[in-house]
């Protein structure tokens, strides 16, 4: 039968020439890569056996068998799982199938010789095989079918599929090592790498060698020993089998006992991973029931706002039979994710208050996720706005908590102040701060898109309602300026307020409709003037958000607050009355609220009529 050729996925001829450039200095890799494939697939038949006996009726014992043929410098991995037909082997060796990855590809293709570890979260492990081999051929079998199939390539352009022989199901990698790889056919060498990357795997990985088979791993599976028979290293190379590419942050292994038996081991991961916000992506923890692999996509197991975790959770109550599609309601799968979330949290909470450097590094990967629960998951809310951590304006590098904020509010402060924006250098700027940092007060910096729902749907924490300081009625005269606080405020400029409010009319008529009002501000101590948002309309950043996102088309007017004590109000103010000073005051007027827009960090609706004024300001302002 001919031979097919195919052309690789464009995204997987990038991907492997990243990898066969790449300056990974542990190669190895590729096979616990290669084992980590072989016992997935035995799992999955596994599961599907529980259905269709006769699938493995056969040959019931699972195992992976690696052998060597050191002549022609060749490796075998076997294995006898559940195999790939010729469409499956089309398509899980020639395309990459999570989405996102072109983008991410697109963005380092220029990388030579990039680091896997980076390319590792893709789920590529297959092709890891071409760090070592030249030319690669995979033989393979599905379960219940009577035809093999043979793909092969050299890992550039093409692979080609043919009909093949293979005695039974299951699929045999066979690698043509390139040169300098020879450490690969030996088996004192083999024996060590399973030993180090493999000893988690659950089912037996077989070592053929001169003097017969010799089983190389423990072969029980890693969540079911003890804790303390378990070494940090294989705890972390169990990560990987299940999908991890960095270091684990946080490693949990717990085991339920009671009227729900079951054991967990669940790692939260010290990187994002690139998909983290796409709307596809899965939590990374695997079913099992009394050790048969049931699904990867439990939903009910773990909630989306804890979607980074990855893991196994084995159950000895759920019926061996349960149907993947019916999990989502069933009880025992509820009362598991109920205990899970309390434990993940509890174990959050701990680390936050103990360790509150590591739990930064954690907060900054996955605060923006952890925060979903706070409008999704009403009933952990509480639980959730515990771990809950925020950058402010009087902590400095270090994040503060709720009730941290709530325990130094100042005396006859009665809100929890946050500013939310992009970003936080941008944010700490804001022209609105000004007041609140002159009276002491800490004002939350808020830069996660999700923080404009969960804020609004929160609205009060310890009965202080949660308000925004770009927003109009701060209130910021009935708190007690601190003895050390900005000197400014202590020497408390007087102005004239008939003049200043002369002004403000004259503003008012000028911008008329452009703004719903002209005030004298509470909260500027060093600029001259600010946007806020009236008491009841929307925050005016959260405005800016959702239009960037295109899901608001209203606008909403703002209010020009003006700093009576600023030294251009202040002759501005003289000025109004006094001959000529009409037009003068009229650009101003124009002049401030571009500045304010400015400052907002938006753009000025008419950029021509801006300049124009502020050349004649400062062609007027000149000697002579
Ligand atoms: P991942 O394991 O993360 O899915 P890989 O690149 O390691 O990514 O493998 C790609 C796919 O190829 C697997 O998901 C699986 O469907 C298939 N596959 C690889 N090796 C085997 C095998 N030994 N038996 C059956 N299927 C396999
Ligand atoms: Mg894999």
Same mark, same amino acid.
């Given at each position: 039968?001919?031979?097919?050729?195919?052309?690789?996925?464009?995204?997987?001829?990038?991907?492997?020439?990243?990898?066969?450039?790449?300056?990974?200095?542990?190669?190895?890799?590729?096979?616990?890569?290669?084992?980590?494939?072989?016992?997935?697939?035995?799992?999955?038949?596994?599961?599907?056996?529980?259905?269709?006996?006769?699938?493995?009726?056969?040959?019931?014992?699972?195992?992976?068998?690696?052998?060597?043929?050191?002549?022609?410098?060749?490796?075998?991995?076997?294995?006898?799982?559940?195999?790939?037909?010729?469409?499956?082997?089309?398509?899980?060796?020639?395309?990459?199938?999570?989405?996102?990855?072109?983008?991410?590809?697109?963005?380092?293709?220029?990388?030579?010789?990039?680091?896997?570890?980076?390319?590792?979260?893709?789920?590529?492990?297959?092709?890891?095989?071409?760090?070592?081999?030249?030319?690669?051929?995979?033989?393979?079998?599905?379960?219940?079918?009577?035809?093999?199939?043979?793909?092969? *390539?050299?890992?550039?352009?093409?692979?080609?599929?043919?009909?093949?022989?293979?005695?039974?199901?299951?699929?045999?990698?066979?690698?043509?090592?390139?040169?300098?790889?020879?450490?690969?056919?030996?088996?004192?060498?083999?024996?060590?790498?399973?030993?180090?990357?493999?000893?988690?795997?659950?089912?037996?990985?077989?070592?053929?060698?001169?003097?017969?088979?010799?089983?190389?791993?423990?072969?029980?599976?890693?969540?079911?020993?003890?804790?303390?028979?378990?070494?940090?290293?294989?705890?972390?190379?169990?990560?990987?089998?299940?999908?991890?590419?960095?270091?684990?942050?946080?490693?949990?292994?717990?085991?339920?006992?009671?009227?729900?038996?079951?054991?967990?081991?669940?790692?939260?991961?010290?990187?994002?991973?690139?998909?983290?916000?796409?709307?596809?992506?899965?939590?990374?923890?695997?079913?099992?029931?009394?050790?048969?692999?049931?699904?990867?996509?439990?939903?009910?197991?773990?909630?989306?706002?804890?979607?980074?975790?990855?893991?196994?959770?084995?159950?000895?109550?759920?019926?061996?039979?349960?149907?993947?599609?019916?999990?989502?309601?069933?009880?025992?799968?509820?009362?598991?994710?109920?205990?899970?979330?309390?434990?993940?949290?509890?174990?959050?909470?701990?680390?936050?208050?103990?360790?509150?450097?590591?739990?930064?590094?954690?907060?900054?990967?996955?605060?923006?996720?952890?925060?979903?629960?706070?409008?999704?998951?009403?009933?952990?809310?509480?639980?959730?706005?515990?771990?809950?951590?925020?950058?402010?304006?009087?902590?400095?590098?270090?994040?503060?908590?709720?009730?941290?904020?709530?325990?130094?509010?100042?005396?006859?402060?009665?809100?929890?102040?946050?500013?939310?924006?992009?970003?936080?250098?941008?944010?700490?700027?804001?022209?609105?701060?000004?007041?609140?940092?002159?009276?002491?007060?800490?004002?939350?910096?808020?830069?996660?898109?999700?923080?404009?729902?969960?804020?609004?749907?929160?609205?009060?924490?310890?009965?202080?309602?949660?308000?925004?300081?770009?927003?109009?009625?701060?209130?910021?005269?009935?708190?007690?300026?601190?003895?050390?606080?900005?000197?400014?405020?202590?020497?408390?400029?007087?102005?004239?307020?008939?003049?200043?409010?002369?002004?403000?009319?004259?503003?008012?008529?000028?911008?008329?409709?452009?703004?719903?009002?002209?005030?004298?501000?509470?909260?500027?101590?060093? *600029?001259?003037?600010?946007?806020?948002?009236?008491?009841?309309?929307?925050?005016?950043?959260?405005?800016?958000?959702?239009?960037?996102?295109?899901?608001?088309?209203?606008?909403?007017?703002?209010?020009?607050?003006?700093?009576?004590?600023?030294?251009?109000?202040?002759?501005?103010?003289?000025?109004?009355?006094?001959?000529?000073?009409?037009?003068?005051?009229?650009?101003?007027?124009?002049?401030?609220?571009?500045?304010?827009?400015?400052?907002?960090?938006?753009?000025?609706?008419?950029?021509?009529?801006?300049?124009?004024?502020?050349?004649?300001?400062?062609?007027?302002?000149?000697?002579?």
């Amino acid at each position: 039968m001919a031979e097919e050729k195919i052309r690789f996925e464009t995204e997987v001829s990038r991907l492997l020439h990243i990898v066969a450039n790449s300056l990974y200095s542990q190669k190895e890799i590729f096979l616990r890569e290669l084992i980590s494939n072989a016992s997935d697939a035995c799992d999955r038949l596994r599961y599907e056996a529980l259905t269709q006996p006769d699938l493995t009726a056969e040959d019931p014992e699972f195992r992976v068998r690696i052998s060597v043929d050191d002549k022609a410098r060749m490796l075998e991995i076997s294995d006898n799982g559940i195999g790939m037909n010729r469409d499956a082997l089309i398509s899980d060796l020639g395309t990459i199938a999570r989405s996102g990855t072109s983008a991410y590809l697109e963005e380092h293709q220029d990388d030579e010789g990039a680091d896997l570890s980076t390319i590792g979260q893709f789920g590529v492990g297959f092709y890891s095989v071409f760090m070592v081999a030249s030319d690669v051929e995979v033989v393979s079998r599905r379960a219940g079918e009577d035809q093999a199939w043979r793909w092969a *390539s050299d890992g550039t352009g093409e692979f080609t599929i043919s009909e093949a022989e293979r005695e039974g199901r299951g699929t045999t990698i066979r690698l043509n090592l390139r040169k300098g790889e020879d450490e690969f056919i030996d088996p004192v060498r083999l024996r060590q790498i399973v030993k180090t990357y493999s000893d988690h795997i659950a089912l037996p990985i077989v070592l053929v060698g001169d003097d017969g088979e010799e089983t190389v791993n423990e072969a029980s599976a890693i969540w079911t020993r003890q804790k303390k028979d378990v070494t940090d290293d294989q705890y972390k190379e169990f990560y990987r089998h299940v999908g991890g590419f960095d270091e684990p942050w946080m490693t949990l292994h717990w085991n339920v006992e009671g009227k729900l038996e079951y054991r967990n081991l669940m790692y939260v991961p010290s990187a994002k991973p690139f998909d983290l916000f796409d709307p596809s992506r899965k939590h990374g923890v695997r079913l099992y029931v009394k050790r048969v692999f049931i699904t990867a996509e439990a939903d009910g197991l773990v909630p989306p706002w804890l979607r980074f975790l990855r893991g196994v959770v084995d159950s000895e109550d759920l019926p061996l039979n349960v149907s993947r599609e019916l999990l989502q309601d069933n009880p025992m799968i509820t009362r598991m994710r109920k205990a899970i979330v309390k434990r993940i949290l509890t174990e959050l909470g701990k680390k936050a208050d103990k360790k509150p450097e590591e739990y930064k590094t954690f907060w900054d990967n996955f605060g923006a996720v952890i925060k979903e629960g706070l409008y999704e998951d009403f009933e952990n809310r509480d639980q959730i706005l515990k771990v809950v951590r925020f950058h402010s304006t009087t902590s400095g590098d270090d994040l503060v908590s709720l009730t941290d904020y709530v325990g130094r509010m100042k005396k006859g402060q009665d809100a929890i102040y946050y500013i939310s924006g992009e970003d936080l250098d941008q944010v700490r700027k804001s022209p609105q701060l000004e007041g609140f940092a002159a009276k002491g007060i800490e004002v939350l910096l808020l830069t996660d898109a999700v923080d404009d729902f969960w804020i609004p749907s929160i609205g009060v924490f310890e009965e202080k309602p949660l308000k925004s300081a770009t927003r109009a009625g701060a209130d910021l005269d009935k708190v007690t300026a601190e003895e050390n606080a900005d000197e400014k405020d202590a020497d408390d400029a007087k102005f004239d307020e008939g003049k200043v409010d002369a002004l403000i009319a004259m503003f008012k008529l000028t911008l008329q409709e452009e703004v719903k009002d002209v005030r004298i501000s509470e909260r500027l101590t060093d *600029s001259a003037v600010c946007l806020v948002s009236d008491e009841g309309d929307m925050d005016l950043r959260i405005e800016r958000m959702l239009k960037q996102h295109n899901q608001l088309d209203e606008t909403f007017k703002r209010i020009l607050e003006i700093n009576p004590k600023h030294p251009l109000v202040t002759s501005l103010a003289d000025s109004v009355g006094k001959d000529g000073a009409g037009k003068k005051v009229e650009d101003a007027a124009w002049l401030l609220l571009d500045e304010a827009r400015i400052m907002e960090g938006e753009q000025v609706p008419d950029p021509s009529a801006f300049s124009r004024r502020l050349n004649a300001m400062m062609s007027s302002g000149l000697p002579g």
